[in-house]
């Protein structure tokens, strides 16, 4: 578990591809409980320990996860994430030549619990959310474009089904249309970046993760 920041109000977790942000029907050990328990040791806390989980990332993506350390702290980045004062920048690692430099894309999405995946709706279907999200390409390879995305709203699986859609599907993600899987069975998207302004301390907070190496190499080429 690689901890980027803690206070005594939150703790901010770069998610290894693989690892689970909470308990699911696998019964894997989430990261919630690696918190808990790390809390309970390094502070030597008796009885529970609280961690409040304020936003996931899906399992095999990599990047930024933030974790409450206390209820009022939770309150706080809830409202926070629902009034859209918690910025996110991800970047995809997509199939294919991104012909635009930059755009908005604009669905109706529909998750089916049942198969775990989210489809393209319209707006006419009840159970479909209105989905949002810009893009801008970050650098070209020959076969992959990296796009920045910046998430407008927070729909399940959003970001892989918008961008599926469009025909260039992320690196890796045999659900939405990818060629090949990766070997590790991660998928190329990363929660790269977040910005907000601490809920207790008023602190303005910025943080980033390390570029992973399949994404360096494109880099490399841009011009």
Known sequence: MEIVYEDNHIII???APGEIVQGDKTGDLPLSELIKQYIKEKYNKPGNVFCGVVHRIDRPVAGLVIFAKTSKALERLNKM???GEIHKTYWALVEGNVQNQEATLRNFLKNDGRINKTY???????????????????AKGERYTILEIELLTGRKHQIRAQLSAIGHPIKGDLKYGAKRSNKD????????????????????ISLETP??????KILSQKP
């Open 13 to 15: 977790v770069n998610k």
């Open 81 to 83: 994430l629902r009034d």
């Open 120 to 138: 393209i709706s319209t707006e006419k279907d009840p159970d479909a959310k209105e989905s949002i999200l810009n893009y801008k390409t970050i």
């Open 185 to 204: 069975g991660s998928i190329s998207l990363l929660a790269h970046k977040i910005e907000f302004i601490h809920p207790v301390s008023k602190q303005f």
């Open 211 to 216: 570029i992973p190496t399949e994404f360096s």
